[in-house]
């Protein structure tokens, strides 16, 4: 299957600062890229879908200007956090989204990226 | 209201039994996709079904895929405590389009050695 990498793993950052997160399709090019947040014990969340070379469609409720969200190339998107905050601590994961041989779409997750803010 | 609504949330069961577990929804899906998370990880996907009533087998994973095309189990034969995690369903179709999973809440399942 296709492999989606995502960097750092963990971070722990203090109060205010700002966190990039980065999101890579190791093995196929992704023209759709989505970003999640995940609580303890549910599901996912869908943050925001990124287009390459687009702006971000973010869902509602996300703040588009804390939650900074590129998709440069086919390869790559990053999820910066501004002014992060100790409620943003979460677990982040991003998705990439590939066109499987039998003409349907699959989606590819990354390991996904711990975040805590001091 | 959640649109896929998987069940049980919780199951334990002893190594070697079977299990299923099942993702229901009253919409209809283009694809359906099965995911299995453990804890810190991402998910990974296991599979995706597209067709009404397909069966696909993945070693002693069995997913179908219902005739309507809004809902999927997926069986275990003999589990064992490498098949513990959290299995997510994720269709893709309305009322969201083909741009976006919606997600169930997942099935939590524990293989007991």
């Known amino acids: 299957g296709a492999v989606v990498s995502q960097h750092p793993s963990w971070v722990i950052c203090k109060s205010g600062t700002s966190v990039k997160i980065e999101c890579r399709s190791l093995?196929?090019?992704?023209?759709?890229m989505f970003w999640y947040r995940q609580f303890p014990k549910q599901s996912l969340m869908l943050m925001a879908t990124?287009?390459?070379?687009?702006?971000?469609?973010?869902e509602q409720g996300v703040e588009k200007d804390k939650f900074l969200i590129n998709h440069a190339s086919l390869t790559l998107s990053t999820l910066t956090v501004t002014s992060a905050h100790p409620e943003d601590s979460s677990f982040y994961i991003c998705?990439?989204?590939?066109?499987?041989?039998?003409?349907?779409?699959?989606?590819?997750f990354g390991p996904g990226t711990r975040l805590t803010v001091t | 209201t959640q649109l896929l609504e998987q069940s049980p949330q919780f199951l334990s069961i002893q190594e070697g039994e079977n299990l299923t577990v099942y993702c229901n929804s009253s919409?209809?899906?283009?694809?359906l996709q099965w995911y299995r998370q453990e804890p810190g990880e991402g998910p990974v996907l296991l599979v995706t079904?597209?067709?009404?009533?397909e069966v696909k087998k993945l070693k002693r994973l069995t997913f179908q895929f219902g005739d309507a095309r809004k809902d999927s189990s997926l069986h275990i034969t003999a589990a064992q405590p490498g098949d513990t995690g959290l299995y997510l369903c994720?269709?893709?179709?309305?009322?969201?389009?083909?741009?976006?999973?919606?997600f169930g809440k997942g099935n939590q399942v524990v293989v007991i050695p």
């Open positions: 990124s287009n390459e070379g687009s702006k971000a469609t973010y």
């Open positions: 919409s209809v899906f283009s694809s």
């Open positions: 994720a269709g893709l179709g309305a009322p969201y389009g083909n741009n976006r999973l919606a």
């Open positions: 093995d196929f090019q992704a023209t759709t």
């Open positions: 998705s990439a989204r590939a066109l499987h041989t039998g003409h349907y779409y699959e989606q590819y």
């Open positions: 079904v597209v067709t009404g009533g």
